[in-house]
């Protein structure tokens, strides 16, 4: 209770509540969560238990519209299937893929920008030069080579089985980077200090000072990149399922219905492609306006 009492009194949370416009933005995406996380009590239908689904219903348009029909409030696709359900569960897997490759990127970025700066020398210029190699190279090539490789190498009958895993995989490794340079400049900056010469003096171990004195220091700006990138993580799983090299077509993600919907936007179904790319892009937004209030937040100068 001392720390909830000491956060809500803090300049965090003040600074929180005095941004309408960030509180809106948690609102969404707390909303977004929530949808996504509680999808199988929420959500009107299943729109993936085939045993509920009725060609019959397919192209049903919005409720509010002329042919619309109250139990589809925001129509159905071209298999019956409610949109706002799908929407509902896709939102579950590009959530789940997006806050996973955040997390595994930050991993890998946060231990490579620490030796990198802290060790220097060969070390620091050989993990620099890779980083630099990478950032030639737009991400989302990246991701699409790696799932290239893993799809010609594993066997076919266990691609539906791991693409989950190695979309997490592709998109986490075009994501270190950032991560990685920037531990790297706060480390170059701390490890001059004297708290770290005094680790030193004390003969505690060049790990346990990265750790555990280095790296509670350049935790602000790589909580701030989290936030940020997990918006631009859940763009790049929308755009490796909407080229069809994401997740397997029994778990649709918000990329695999707008590729299922733009198959019908111009034959007049527009909602089918319309209302995902638009949760999308609420979502996102919401996520990248979190990170812009947490950056000022957490910058001393704009206080």
């Known amino acids: 209770m001392d720390a909830i009492r000491r956060f809500l009194d803090g300049d965090l949370f003040w600074s929180f509540r005095r941004s309408p416009l960030t509180v809106v933005a948690a609102l969404v995406t707390l909303l977004c969560i929530v949808a996504a996380v509680f999808a199988g009590p929420l959500a009107p239908h299943n729109p993936f238990d085939l045993k509920t ?30 949109v706002l359900s799908a929407i509902m569960y896709g939102s579950r897997v590009s959530l789940l ?77 075009s994501g270190w980077v950032q991560y990685a340079r920037t531990v790297r400049g706060s480390t170059l900056v ?43 993580a859940i763009i790049t799983e929308a755009t490796l399922s909407f080229l069809g090299v994401g997740v397997p ?28 790319g638009a949760w999308l892009v609420i979502m996102v937004l919401a996520m990248n306006l979190l990170g812009d209030w947490l950056r000022d937040a957490l910058n001393p100068k704009l206080r």
């Not at 030193?200 to 989290?226: C, D, E, K, Q, T």
């Open 53 to 82: 689904l009725n060609l019959l219903d397919a192209f049903t348009p919005p409720a509010w519209t002329e042919r619309g029909n109250p139990a589809y409030f925001l129509g159905t696709d071209d298999q019956g299937r409610d």
């Open 249 to 276: 077509p029994t778990q649709p993600s918000l990329g695999t219905l707008i590729r299922i919907g733009n198959d019908f936007l111009f034959s007049g179904e527009w909602w089918i492609t319309v209302f995902p």
């Open 97 to 173: 893929v997006g806050l996973c490759a955040v997390v595994l990127s930050m991993v890998v970025g946060i231990a490579l920008g620490l030796v990198s700066g802290y060790v220097g020398g060969k070390v620091d210029a050989f993990i620099m030069r890779v980083a630099d190699v990478q950032l030639s190279f737009p991400a989302i090539l990246i991701a699409l080579l790696i799932d290239g490789v893993a799809r010609a190498v594993l066997p076919k009958d266990s691609h539906d089985v791991v693409a989950v895993y190695v979309l997490v995989l592709a998109i986490a490794a």
């Open 190 to 232: 701390e490890r001059g200090k004297e708290y770290v010469q005094a680790a030193r003096v004390i003969g505690r171990h060049p790990v346990a000072i990265m750790f555990s004195h280095v790296l509670p220091n350049v935790m602000g700006p790589v909580l701030v990149l989290a936030t940020l990138h997990i918006g631009t």
